[in-house]
């Protein structure tokens, strides 16, 4: 059972646009959510994260929502550039009220940023 | 520099040929991981250590190993692997502090033949 989902597997966008990449969970316990972007041939490097008793974390050109009773997040990126192609990936725990660090990764979204 | 090591990066072997794959990392955390990444699958994890000595299954445990002996070192052993290990391997670390991110490794493709 997909607990964290990204039901896009891709997305492209044109270079200085708005880019939003969504996930939705399905368990209630999760707290803390992270995104990760990945390049190829490296690991996941981390991006932004948001607890639960936020619904809004930015950091520069990066902004992470939380929609709790939707059990939804999205991440945007304004203004998208190139080197923001890369595959995302959103991450989920119970670590900020329960200390239970284990993440559990949806399936990851392919962003294309078209110059 | 902060970092998780892991080596080799890429590995071609053979069926119920043993290998370890092994996991470094320099920023003194208590938490470490082995995640495997197969398409449309995400990255799922394998085992998990939450200090030296104490180890435990993750999502998909089956047909690997792990120990902690040190710190620092997080190894992981396929016993006997077959080519459903045919995979892409992250090891990660974290503090523990509750909700921190995790530091992953450049990754380790397998090739199971």
């Known amino acids: 059972d997909q607990q964290v989902k990204q039901n896009s597997p891709s997305l492209s966008v044109q270079e200085g646009r708005i880019s939003i990449l969504n996930c939705d969970y399905t368990?209630?316990?999760?707290?803390?959510f992270l995104w990760y972007k990945k390049y190829p041939a490296e690991g996941p490097t981390f991006l932004i994260s948001i607890s639960s008793i936020k619904d809004k974390n930015e950091d520069g050109r990066f902004t992470v929502f939380l929609n709790k009773s939707a059990k939804h997040l999205s991440l945007h990126i304004v203004p998208s550039q190139p080197g923001d192609s890369a595959v995302y990936f959103c991450?989920?725990?119970?670590?900020?009220?329960?200390?239970?660090?284990?993440?559990?990764f949806g399936t990851g979204t392919r962003l294309t940023i078209i110059p | 520099e902060a970092q998780v090591t892991q080596n080799p990066r890429y590995l071609i072997t053979v069926t119920g040929k043993k290998l370890t794959v092994t996991c470094s990392q320099n920023?003194?955390?208590?938490?470490m991981s082995w995640y495997r990444q197969d398409p449309g699958l995400g990255l799922r994890q394998i085992y998990y250590s939450m200090n030296v000595e104490v180890t435990d299954k993750g999502d998909v445990p089956e047909g690997y190993k792990v120990s902690r002996k040190e710190k620092r070192n997080f190894p992981l052993i396929l016993e006997s692997p077959s080519p459903n290990q045919t995979s892409l391997y992250f090891c990660a670390s974290s503090a523990r502090q509750g909700a921190s991110e995790a530091f992953f490794g450049q990754g380790t493709r397998l090739t199971v033949v």
């Open positions: 991450a989920a725990s119970e670590g900020y009220h329960f200390g239970n660090e284990k993440l559990t």
């Open positions: 368990n209630s316990m999760f707290d803390y």
């Open positions: 920023m003194n955390h208590e938490y």
